[in-house]
């Protein structure tokens, strides 16, 4: 079965500092794909990133780069020079494109707060 | 404007009266999902559908129903809700059930049944 491991509830970054949330996850499917989506207070679910199993660059896009370690199973984001906009949930998720395609599993989440 | 719609957005009712949440996407998406999200614990699919006809379980499916007639709505259904279906629920649609493709998502619809 797909799992997805988020250890941090909760996170502080200063202003314009580096922040790393940490994912890791289980799948016994060789194809798959692992997605991060950004909840801000305001509830509705935003697309930031995607990292697809067979990719050997790490994906980038903007401010928000996904370290993807295959091996050790993780998927981590870094958004670089955090603003104060950036203050959110965020969520980790995967696709299988075979085992169990169609289904999809999250995180549970962490808690982004940037501080001025 | 490519969207995903839910409504209503906000909902309380009582048990056991049946309700519907409707969900349609107008980007011709094969792929549409429910999901609910309760505190802590992320979001958690309850059903999904890889295209018109074709639905199956999700994680959490005990309690609801879906139905896809149309490739743009997958209404989800409660016959007889309970208060631990209290919940923000979400629709989700994508180009096809793959791996790569990511999914958006509807605004939520916020249910409270007492």
């Known amino acids: 079965a797909q799992k997805i491991t988020q250890t941090q509830p909760g996170m502080f970054v200063q202003e314009k500092e580096a922040v790393t949330l940490d994912c890791t996850y289980d799948t016994s499917d060789q194809s798959y794909g692992l997605f991060w989506y950004k909840q801000p207070s305001s509830g509705e679910m935003i697309f930031l990133i995607y990292q697809g199993s067979y990719d050997e660059q790490n994906a980038t896009e903007g401010r928000y780069s996904l370290n993807f370690q295959k091996a050790r199973k993780s998927a981590n984001l870094v958004i670089s020079a955090s603003q104060l906009g950036d203050s959110a949930m965020y969520f980790c998720?995967?696709?299988?494109?075979?085992?169990?395609?169609?289904?999809?599993?999250f995180g549970d989440g962490t808690t982004l707060t940037v501080k001025p | 404007e490519a969207q995903v719609t839910q409504n209503p957005r906000y909902l309380i009712t009582v048990t056991g009266k049946k309700l519907t949440v409707t969900c349609s996407q107008n980007?011709?998406?094969?792929?549409m999902s429910w999901y609910r999200q309760d505190p802590g614990l992320g979001l958690r699919q309850i059903y999904y559908?890889?295209?018109?006809?074709?639905?199956d379980k999700g994680d959490v499916p005990e309690g609801y129903k879906v139905s896809r007639k149309e490739k743009r709505n997958f209404p989800l259904i409660l016959e007889s809700p309970s208060p631990n279906q209290t919940s923000l629920y979400f629709c989700?649609?994508?180009?096809?059930?793959?791996?790569?493709?990511?999914?958006?998502f509807g605004p939520g619809t916020r249910l409270t049944v007492l």
């Open positions: 559908s890889m295209n018109v006809e074709v639905t």
């Open positions: 998720a995967m696709r299988e494109s075979f085992t169990n395609a169609g289904k999809s599993t």
């Open positions: 989700a649609s994508s180009f096809e059930g793959l791996s790569y493709n990511e999914q958006f």
């Open positions: 980007m011709n998406h094969e792929y």
